[in-house]
């Protein structure tokens, strides 16, 4: 997919505001700029930026409750998902917290942040202090396990986890919810038909 076939699914689909696409057109260029520097991204999903990294984040809103509460993305990275909800999220009382341990794409949130005037909160660790979260959502971080491990001992409760996964999605729900009584569901990904989201209610 081109850059303007997800535009029109941004703003048809998911129903991203004009200012909210420009932001995301900003976003893409000073990626491209620092990736040049760092690889935040894959060189090879560089020309792919709207569909491989951008849609995939974008998808989540369908998961969200933007109206009240707040969501920490585990692993920003360069921004995925975390930044693009922020982007999207049009509630100043919805508060969005950036969990990311590497110091260089730390500073690089941190700008986008200023200038994209976005709120959004960024932190080092997540192992230093409770998540206070009602949704819990992650692209990059750590294995299901872990991320449920994180999910049950270190976040309040109750919350949804919501992860983007690859092609062994359903194989690796199975072993790492095993031990659990969790309600979860696979949902169709936008951007892979072998990809899925894992949708869980934590309690």
């Not at 081109?2 to 420009?22: A, G, H, M, Y």
């Not at 998902?81 to 969005?96: K, M, R």
């Not at 690089?108 to 949704?135: H, R």
């Amino acid at each position: 997919m081109q850059e303007q076939e997800v535009i029109k699914i941004l703003q048809e689909e998911l129903e991203f505001k004009d200012q909210s696409i420009d932001k995301l057109k900003m976003l893409e260029t000073e990626l491209l700029k620092a990736n040049e520097k760092h690889n935040f991204i894959s060189k090879s999903t560089e020309t792919q930026i709207w569909s491989r990294h951008i849609l995939d984040s974008a998808q989540l809103v369908k998961y969200i409750n933007f109206k009240r509460g707040s969501l920490s993305d585990l692993g920003s990275g360069a921004g995925f998902p975390g930044l693009v909800l922020a982007i999207y999220n049009q509630n100043f009382n919805f508060h969005v917290k950036l969990y990311e341990k590497s110091a260089v794409k730390r500073d690089f949130l941190d700008e986008m942040i200023s200038k994209l005037k976005i709120k959004a909160s960024l932190f080092s660790n997540v192992f230093d202090n409770k998540i206070e979260s009602d949704y819990i959502i992650s692209r990059a971080f750590k294995k299901l396990d872990k991320i449920i491990q994180v999910s049950r001992e270190i976040a309040k409760k109750p919350h949804k986890l919501i992860v983007l996964k690859g092609k062994n999605a359903q194989e690796e729900s199975i072993k790492a919810f095993k031990s659990y009584k969790y309600s979860y569901k696979l949902e169709k990904s936008m951007t892979d038909e072998k990809s899925k989201i894992i949708v869980a209610d934590i309690f």
